[in-house]
């Protein structure tokens, strides 16, 4: 059964920084795309960023130059260190792990708010 948890969200003012993590269990993460996806109240959930078995990765344009992802598969898990934090990233930031054949599965989220 493949189980992902997410911790690292919290409250923090703009400017400032979080780290977020997330650790799989029940997968050989070397073998997923792994990803980050965040869903505001009232908007649907949009990727944030991706890397690929390979290491190769890709960002939303609204994160671009400030967050970055990065994974360790040793320790089944992914990260998203996340600067320069703005109050339009406020959130639920969601891990995502996608198969060769598109099965996508989810963890249940941690919360991020950035103030003003």
């Known amino acids: 059964q493949v189980q992902l948890a997410e911790s690292g969200g919290g409250l923090v003012q703009a400017g400032g920084s979080l780290r977020l993590s997330c650790v799989a269990s029940g997968v050989i993460v070397s073998r997923y795309k792994m990803g980050w996806y965040r869903q505001a109240p009232g908007k649907q959930r949009e990727l944030v960023a991706a890397?690929?078995?390979?290491?190769?990765?890709n960002y939303a344009d609204f994160v671009k130059g400030r967050f970055t992802i990065s994974r360790d598969n040793a320790k089944k898990s992914v990260y998203l260190q996340m600067n320069s934090l703005k109050p339009e990233d406020t959130a639920l930031y969601y891990c995502?792990?996608?198969?060769?054949?598109?099965?996508?599965?989810w963890g249940q989220g941690t919360q991020v708010t950035v103030s003003s």
């Open positions: 890397i690929t078995v390979g290491g190769s990765t």
């Open positions: 995502n792990a996608a198969d060769v054949l598109q099965r996508n599965y």
